[in-house]
């Protein structure tokens, strides 16, 4: 049957597409062209239009992907967020100073007196002390996520910051490893796993080439003094220890599985350190072996060394190895613990070195 002069008008308009086009749209766009021409529409314009629209790939409808993140904390918590976290506050300057290594610090609506690292985290609104925080001063800043410090902050704060439905994330590394961990975590948490991996592989990278530096070393026994009256140290355990350890040394003398604890003189000179390291200049406190007591001691009055001089015959003073280390360095256990480690090794390896003066005939154990 031979087709009036319009319809194949229409149809040699549409068959310059119609090898191309998938079959499905083929047999539309020509059911639509046969309908056109009953009506009397079918012009070549309209049908060339109808080819090309026929021709062109249909939009994919639009899908919000989901980005919800979630990660556990230093206390094995799993932390869940609808989306990254856009204001978050922190309680501690160990914690800013996490945020801002992983690439988060300019989410930050809130944070604890002495948070001074890096410059930018000055710039941080205050909302108090680390151990008297106000529960109303945090919420009213508004924040998706709080990262706390579970060895300093009141638990039933944290608490009711978790029955008003907000996140809370408990950082208090133990162990070397945890900081790396941390770093992990709030990266997820932040929308910046890139930065936050790229963190924790470059602090533990610098953690291991120092350990492996200094394998088969000679032993360095090391006194780190934290506070001055009563004479403190740090645990068998704390991180400060541990990067004794590291840089091969031996925290003396040996004592209990806490952040910090008492010891005495007596004991301090049985142990007979080759090198004491103070956090204070000139061996006076600055902390208790954790950033909390650091806080505390630049309220108190100035303490007073134990006056390590007056034992002469103590390796540490023979060998004129009296020294000082900056607190936030070795203290906080956040980013730049990498540091103080580099500093504490080099201490070591000096003592290590270090002649041995003319020391003392007798001993004075009666003191």
């Known amino acids: ?148 410090w579970s060895g300093g902050n009141p638990p039933a704060l944290l608490d009711r910051l978790r029955a008003g439905g907000i996140a809370v994330f408990e950082s208090d590394p133990k162990h070397l490893p945890d900081i790396a961990r941390d770093l992990r975590a709030l990266g997820t948490l932040t929308g910046h796993p890139g930065e936050g991996e790229r963190a924790a592989v470059g602090f533990e990278g610098t953690l291991e080439a120092l350990r492996v530096s200094h394998l088969g070393r000679v032993p360095v026994r090391v006194f780190h003094q934290v506070w001055g009256a009563p004479l403190m140290t740090v645990g068998e355990h704390h991180v400060v220890a541990a990067v004794i350890r590291l840089c091969g040394g031996v925290p003396v003398p040996q004592g209990p599985d806490r952040a910090a604890w008492v010891v005495s003189i007596e004991s301090v000179l049985a142990a007979d350190p080759q090198l004491i390291v103070s956090t204070a200049s000139p061996l006076a406190p600055a902390g208790a072996g954790d950033e909390g007591a650091s806080q505390v001691a630049n309220t108190m009055a100035p303490d007073r060394p134990p006056g390590w001089q007056r034992y002469p015959w103590l390796s540490a003073v023979a060998r004129g190895q009296l020294r000082t280390l900056a607190p936030d360095l070795i203290h906080r256990p956040g980013p730049r613990l990498v540091e103080g480690a580099q500093a504490m090794c080099e201490l070591i390896d000096a003592a290590r070195e270090a002649p041995v003066a003319a020391r003392a005939k007798v001993r004075n154990h009666g003191l």
């Open 1 to 148: 049957m031979k087709l009036p002069a319009a319809l194949c008008r229409c149809c040699r308009v549409s068959a310059r597409w119609s090898a191309s086009a998938p079959a499905a749209l083929r047999v539309l766009a020509l059911t639509g062209l046969a309908a056109l021409f009953a009506g009397g529409l079918c012009t070549p314009t309209l049908a060339g239009s109808l080819a090309l629209s026929a021709a062109s790939p249909l939009p994919s409808p639009v899908v919000s992907e989901p980005r919800a993140v979630q990660a556990r904390d230093g206390r094995a918590r799993l932390v869940r967020l609808v989306e990254p976290a856009a204001r978050i506050i922190t309680l501690a300057p160990h914690a800013t100073e996490l945020v801002f290594a992983v690439g988060a610090g300019a989410t930050l609506a809130g944070t604890t007196d002495y948070s001074d690292f890096p410059a930018a985290a000055r710039a941080v609104p205050r909302i108090g002390a680390f151990n008297t925080l106000a529960l109303e001063r945090i919420v009213a800043l508004r924040p998706d996520l709080v990262l706390a």
